[in-house]
């Protein structure tokens, strides 16, 4: 794998010290749990201004709400998404991390970095997405965390759904090829 010349914002540094052992010598901003400080954002500006940043956080409530608010002030930070069953605690204990993650895990999650489209509009339909059973249907919760895995997104809500689609400018045909294998996976061939 390459060098990666971005700065990565993690959680702590547990998730610091994993990426190290993966990676080597990369630098990282950790926000320090979910009550993101000012100093922390503008550090995080700061890094984007001169670098760029590339935002990990566990894929968990409060991971996803770290994100949110630095999606909020940093729009532009490239995004990497990790799987909840790719970042379990091997004793099953204690919450879900990057810390937990394999190195083949974390290496391929950051071959698949999404630059967020800060301008983009939503390209399919909320109609098309309860057609297809992704918004309002039985396995829709389901459908939505495998399709997000696929496409490397991350999981999110219904009401969250069609704007990360939007935002990562996530194609009908894309969306369609990610579904059919979702749905493969959930019901068989």
């Known amino acids: 794998m ?9 959680e702590g540094r547990s998730d610091t010290a994993r990426l190290h052992q993966v990676l080597g ?9 979910s009550a993101l400080s000012d100093t922390t954002i503008n ?7 001169q670098r ?23 729009p532009q930070a490239k995004q990497v998404y990790l799987r909840r ?5 091997a004793n099953h204990q204690g919450s879900l991390g990057l810390e937990h993650a394999s190195a083949a895990v ?10 967020p ?7 399919i339909a909320q109609q098309q997405l309860v057609d297809w059973g992704l918004l309002g249907g039985v396995d829709a919760q389901k459908l939505r965390s495998l399709v997000g895995d696929i496409l490397h997104i991350g999981y999110a809500n219904a009401k969250q759904f069609p704007r990360r689609l939007a935002m990562f400018a996530i194609s009908a045909p894309q969306l369609q090829a990610a579904l059919k294998q979702a749905k493969e996976e959930l019901y068989g061939s």
Request: hydrophobic letters at 40%.
């Open 2 to 10: 390459k060098r990666i010349k971005e700065v990565i914002v993690v």
């Open 106 to 115: 974390i290496k391929q999650a950051l071959e698949q970095v999404w630059t």
């Open 25 to 33: 010598p990369v630098d990282t901003i950790e926000t320090q749990g």
């Open 43 to 49: 550090l995080i500006k700061k890094a984007q201004q």
């Open 52 to 74: 760029g940043v590339i935002v990990i956080t566990d894929p968990d409530f409060n991971g996803q709400k770290i994100r949110q608010k630095i999606m909020t002030a940093v």
């Open 85 to 89: 069953q790719d970042s379990v605690p």
């Open 117 to 123: 489209l800060t301008q983009a509009p939503i390209t």
